[in-house]
């Protein structure tokens, strides 16, 4: 089993909708998060990264975090067409090597 | 932001033969890393390095080696290609910071025939 798993693996959302997308850690020594986004042909680019219980902004991007679920997710409002990507969670743990271990990822279409 | 240049951008090769992937970062971060993208898989870590003349295995080592000459450049070889190599790589680097954000290339596309 993934120690990563996201949900869902695909998604597809009109333009200017809420696009919600969900990764939860089967191992609670994970307590550090990030989304990447990887446009194709292109590489993966951190897109934003919560540490801390609750929500963090950035623009229309809001992560959530909750700890004791080991639950995070990612609302995009206001999707564009160019949102339309590969959507990767990713964690650490601050016992053990730091390794960023990766989530399957969630490909988002936005429909114009 | 972080450059990190892959080489080549795709490479056709024959199973059995000796592939180098070649991964050069110009922004003096001390870890370097190396995954491959498979769909379904994610993205999956294959070594990493944490200074120049140091490598890691990461969680599917097999069939490859990493070597990191210098703090700017890091290459995968694979010494004796197989087809269930074929796949996407990708290097990135981060400032070896412990908790760190990467900065990943544009990918390497790998075809073993």
């Known amino acids: 089993q993934q120690k990563v798993q996201q949900s869902p693996e695909s998604l597809s959302v009109p333009e200017g909708g809420m696009a919600s997308l969900n990764c939860t850690s089967s191992d609670r020594n994970f307590q550090y998060f990030w989304w990447y986004r990887q446009h194709s042909g292109e590489g993966p680019k951190a897109l934003m990264s919560i540490f801390s219980d609750g929500d963090k902004k950035e623009g229309r991007f809001t992560a959530h975090l909750n700890k004791a679920s080991l639950h995070v997710s990612l609302h995009i409002r206001d999707s564009q067409p160019s949102d339309s990507a590969l959507y990767f969670c990713?964690?650490?743990?601050?016992?053990?090597?730091?390794?960023?271990?990766f989530g399957s990822g969630t490909q988002l279409t936005v429909m114009p | 932001e972080a450059a990190v240049t892959q080489s080549p951008r795709n490479k056709v090769a024959v199973t059995g033969g000796k592939v180098t992937l070649s991964c050069n970062q110009t922004n003096n971060h001390n870890n370097m890393y190396w995954y491959r993208q498979d769909t379904g898989h994610g993205l999956r870590l294959i070594h990493y390095s944490y200074g120049a003349g140091s490598t890691e295995k990461g969680d599917i080592p097999d069939g490859y080696k990493a070597s990191r000459p210098s703090q700017e450049n890091f290459s995968l070889i694979l010494e004796l290609a197989t087809p269930s190599q074929t796949s996407v790589y990708f290097c990135a680097s981060g400032p070896g910071l412990g908790v760190e954000t990467l900065y990943f290339g544009s990918g390497t596309r790998l075809t073993v025939l």
């Open positions: 990713a964690a650490t743990s601050s016992s053990g090597s730091w390794q960023l271990i």
